[in-house]
């Protein structure tokens, strides 16, 4: 069964729901597939490409297997996934943390997590601001700046807050 998307615009949750009902109601031992159309010139860049390198594979079949690379490595290279609007995140004095930065302080031997979700960050399941996350663990007033460290989707590292802030300030 080929379902075809070509000439018609459905939300990724509607097709999916109408892909997966498909299914169910196929016979399991028959593959399906969908069009799915991509530009014209990246089709011929890959056809171009498997010819140069001596490889006989179908072009299509081709970006079968790199979907399922892509599927592969998502999980493990979050910065693959685009889960939430790109703008969002948390303005925290000039530091921008975008939406789905990790934030992290040592204390006492633990290391307390929280991270930025949307335009808030979440510690223990509550929005909460970084000074009162500092104070929170430690029981007593202290930098924030000083003491929370960050790793943003871009970062490969964990760096300090104060750090981030001198970076941004020398933009």
Known sequence: MVILF???TFSVDVAHAFVHKALESEDKRM???ISVPIETSLFIQLSDFLRSEGDKRDPVEMISVAIEY???SADWKP????SEDQSAGYLWKEVFLPSGTEVRMAYKGANHRAKVVGDKIVYQGNP???GRMVNLISG???SAWRDLWVKRPQDKVWLQAELVRQQCRAL
């Open 6 to 8: 070509r000439y018609l």
């Open 31 to 33: 593959k399906t597939t």
């Open 70 to 72: 892509w599927l592969d």
């Open 79 to 82: 910065e693959l996934i685009q």
């Open 128 to 130: 909460i601001s970084p």
């Open 140 to 142: 007593t007033s202290r």
